[in-house]
């Protein structure tokens, strides 16, 4: 459905996005995940006909986006960061407009009934869309994209400014969208990406530096994994213990989970087995454990190793202050996630 061959795009000396490849097949849906400024943007900007390519191709149902620009667009419904509407128009006034703009073949009223109802938006179909919530807003968008029942359909940031409530209804509407259409969702914002997408392309500075599913990624990305150990024992003690073991790379105090006992989340090197060692530091102590997870990385250490440099060689050692800066900065991020212009 959608197949992009070393596509480039370069504004003045910036290369905003480094020969990315990638094909998305009918019927996926697939989320692109990135920092902001990571190229998300620009990409879904050029499959969607919007700017211009430097260099590769982009093809969409067959068509070329560059030499076959119409018959490409009429398989992409776009839904914008901040979607096209006009505020002083009725809903129904509004999706008639782009009902005739998109010079739609099908029967007017029946097709946009069936999208009204598709979205959920059938009780303010007759309301001023300035009246709106954003989350209404929001499937009102949606809806515009869905006119013509495009094959494609390009979410960019769709839950950005909604409320806990407002993102869950937007992620079952997503999954619903998925059984008909192919979806690419586009976002920073780690969790509504594994919430809502099997495959996940991971950005950074225009490249494409990961194309799987979360659970693959964690797999193969390294065979280093997070152990979570319960100890009986004083924090600052088993703390500075953990970190003289060779092989961890960083420890982290979760906290009492259970009464008398403190819960540690370890990083290891990549290929080290700290396992046996971490055994025999605590019971020389006499400090009992009394559980020992191992966990696959994450989405979010997985995002971090791929996307910031002080992650790209996992088989040096991080220190520990290194570490923590890096986990605040990404807190920051996500904190801040709903006050970002997004990709340039």
């Not at 490409?72 to 776009?78: E, N, P, Q, S, W």
Request: glycine share 6%; with cysteine; net charge negative.
């Amino acid at each position: 459905m959608i197949e992009v061959k070393n596509l480039s795009k370069r504004y003045g000396a910036h290369l905003a996005v480094e020969d990315a490849s990638f094909t998305i097949s009918k019927g996926e849906i697939v989320g692109f995940l990135g920092p902001n400024g990571a190229g998300k943007s620009t990409i879904m900007n050029i499959l969607t006909g919007y700017i211009s390519l430097t260099d590769g191709t982009a093809k969409i149902g067959g068509f070329d986006i560059v030499d076959h620009p119409e018959q490409a667009k009429r398989h992409i419904g776009y839904l914008p960061e901040h979607p096209p509407l006009y505020m002083d128009m009725t809903v129904i006034e509004y999706l008639n407009f782009i009902y005739d703009l998109k010079k739609v073949k099908f029967p007017k009223k029946p097709h946009i009934d069936e999208v009204c109802k598709l979205v959920s938006i059938e009780n303010v179909k007759n309301r001023l869309i300035k009246n709106l919530s954003k989350g209404y807003r929001q499937r009102v968008g949606v809806a515009q994209a869905l006119i013509g029942n495009p094959d494609v359909l390009i979410l960019d940031e769709p839950t950005v400014g909604l409320d806990p409530k407002q993102i869950t209804q937007f992620r079952n509407l997503i999954e619903a969208l998925g059984k008909h259409h192919t979806v690419i969702v586009s976002s920073h914002i780690l969790s509504e990406i594994q919430a809502v997408c099997k495959r996940i392309l991971i950005i950074s500075d225009g490249k494409i530096v990961a194309d799987d599913t979360a659970d693959n990624l964690a797999k193969n990305l390294s065979s280093d994994h997070t152990i979570t150990v319960r100890v009986q024992g004083p924090q600052a003690e088993v703390e500075k213990t953990l970190l003289g073991i060779r092989g961890v790379l960083s420890v982290k105090c979760l906290g009492v989970v259970e009464k008398g006992s403190l819960d540690f989340e370890i990083e290891p090197e990549e290929d080290a087995d700290i396992r046996k060692e971490i055994f025999n530091r605590m019971s020389d102590r006499k400090w009992p454990i009394l559980e020992f997870v191992t966990e696959e990385m994450s989405l979010e250490k997985i995002f971090l190793r791929l996307t910031d440099s002080k992650y790209t060689t996992s088989t040096k050692k991080i220190a520990k202050k290194e570490q923590k800066e890096a986990e605040e900065e990404f807190s920051s991020i996500l904190d801040n996630s709903y006050n970002e212009e997004g990709d340039k």
